[in-house]
């Protein structure tokens, strides 16, 4: 038996690409993997790809451990580390010895060295557990990583608490169709395709809650904007005003998202060349005016439909930046008829709802509204669809017991993140997508 | 159109009950559930609960509105907020107008207003809907929030980043049996065990890396420490040194994460009455130490086996308790026959893995340990395992290009939450717990 304390950080001796910067002048070494090797008139050039990020090593020709190396193999070197302004960041490590660590079986199959990865898509995703270590991967999701953190320090700071609700569940949350099934010994169950009825649950504990989880959807479409299982950023809150309260909370919380994003992934945003959206203040429209300014700036009349077609929405994203110069837009007020029952309508025209969704750049990334308290008023709808309430038991419980008005809404991670790193198809956005034909990676 | 721009928290009126304990000489409005109504001697108690706790409304016989209240009722209540020695907390509300927002259809079928909620537990989850709103599991489940903050902040502090991977996979992580498995779009496709593949491979790409989620497992034990569904708390990190590197990050993790509970969780750490366990330092033993403690202290004789039963967990757990005053005790060196082919066995003694458990007052909460990386070496345990190399065709290639000595852990967080609130039952650690028998609520 012996005693084990947290690891002195300090102590281990080994620096990261970046802690390289603040080490100007000091001897330091660094592990990673060999991104690059460029030899220049007797002088030998290595870009290591560590944890964090690239740093540039001088080699001179007598370095030892120089001639075992090459690109892809996982090193120690230890070195100088001193100002070069030719350097990229201005520093490079001159090495005094290369240590092999792991001399991998085969070379890398695909380039990942270059400043694009130039890979047809179905290629890249079929090697994603490699074509990711392309850096500007690490970009991406690093990104991701920021609009979940974000999302996160902000409802906390919110009052808001974070919940986990199951995936696995005996009732489709959003009505029965496309859904995944699934054998639970022996009784039919399905996948979740939203947390929606649990955190409305939970609004009867905490008043405001929140979770970052996958959902599932079996929807038989294979586009560039289709994912059959994506992580969801959900929030829920009660003791509501009205529904603006709801959209409020979100400008409030991407537009720190977006500043967190604009400081602690400075060297991401920047490698992208992103320019991050105002989300200070965002128009809000309903369905009608939006059909009414696609109708005025581009002629193209939708009037009459209680949604955006994916072309509408398109459009709309293009004279909302064109004429008015925003990235994003709220449109509220969906039909009733294509809204999900727990859907409020309006009490002034019953024929909408208080509902909305965020456009950025035309694609919607958010859905969201506010939601049936009243018990009868959610029993009379649930009928009306023909819906059985038997099935829905657990859920009315809360309303039986008292609701207070409340909504939320969801916001799809991998949609953002794509669209953030400027790109339409959002299998981009996510690490290994899951679409009608992809499984695996 | 109009703009809508962050809402101006300050500006809605509403305190919460937490808050009022600073507005003391001050009128207040708050808003919530009539938690409790006591009637004494022409004076009348509301214990209000609200977003984030109760607070004491006084409220006299005249008060507007006090006549159409009941328990349970959704109210919005003013008044003057001052010092009163004798309620909960130092202060209460001196009610001057009771609103109700909303009337409930019916009253609470259970008693959650008592100190406990003293149900069956079947009865209990049946109704975790509306029992959840019992304040003892607004204590629990602020702590598993805690748990969760806690290990990210730490990890993301680390270097470490923040990865979501597929949930729905087309082959089983740790092996054929116990996985759920479901129709995706005519193919068989299951649902993760662990994210354990995924993470592993995000190594190559991050060097450190941890996740949240939901795991899947379709084991047919019908036991209080078995959940069907749970949220594992997983990290993986790149150039270690040996797995005792990972173990010190835990030690790490966990220390900052009681750290948390103590000061951030205070109010709900102090209602359920928990002493965190010391996390600072933790022995280690392998099993075979294990194995003769429980021998010498308790005479129980477990030797021969390459694991410890439950049973033996839990001897282990007293011995080390009560003999040397620790909570906490890793176990390692577990048998290469009983961990999964990814473990790397201890060149030392290939009978044995550089692996380990993790136990809490004897319960296993952590299971770790190194994993292979080189890619020959793994080819072969595969192979003697009778296990199809083709169908971990995406996962070896991360070996076949190059993977530096890594390894990693999961923590079951529902275990560590119930544990830590005084359960024996897992499920009073999860919202709604997913068992042989329960698909609902």
Known sequence: MFILEESVKEGSGISNSTEC??????????????????????????????NVGTVQVFVGQDTPGLGRVKEGYIV????????????????????????VL??????????????????????DINNRPITLRHPRYRHIFKIQEGLARGFREYLL????????????????????ANTFMLDYF???????????????????????????AHVFRAEPH???????????????????????DIMAMEVGCLHYMFGLLKTEYAQHIGALKITLPDASKIPVLNVREAHDLVRKHLKEDFRG???????EEQLLGKVMLEQ???????????????RPFYSMDDPTNPEETLSFDLLFKGVEITTGGQRIHDYQQLVDKIRSRGMELDKLHHYLMIFRYGMPPHGGLAIGIERLTALLAGYDNLRYGCLFPRDMIRLSP
Request: hydrophobic share 40%.
């Open 21 to 50: 910067k603040a080490k100007q002048g000091e001897n330091v070494t660094v592990q990673g993997f060999i991104h690059r090797i460029r030899s220049l008139g007797g002088a030998n050039f290595i870009v290591l790809r560590d």
């Open 324 to 338: 008015y110069g925003y990235d994003l837009v709220f449109v509220t007020h969906y039909g009733s008829s294509v």
């Open 76 to 99: 120690e070197i230890s070195g100088l580390c001193k100002t070069e302004a030719r350097a990229p960041g201005g520093f490079e490590i001159a090495a005094d010895k290369i240590e």
């Open 222 to 244: 294979d586009t560039a904007r289709h994912l059959n299982e994506y992580v969801s950023m959900d929030f829920e809150m009660g003791f509501i005003k009205d529904f603006k």
């Open 305 to 311: 439909e209680g949604e955006l077609s994916a072309r």
């Open 186 to 212: 022996g009784k039919p169950a399905y996948l979740a395709q939203s947390p929606q009825l649990y955190k409305q649950m939970m609004v009867g504990v905490f008043g405001r809650v929140f979770e970052i």
């Open 102 to 123: 792991v001399a991998p079986p085969e070379e890398m199959p695909l380039t990942i060295n270059k400043n694009t990865l130039n890979l047809h898509l179905d290629i």
């Open 157 to 176: 700071a919110n009052g808001f608490t974070e919940i986990f609700t199951p995936k696995i569940v005996g009732v489709g949350t959003e009505g029965g």
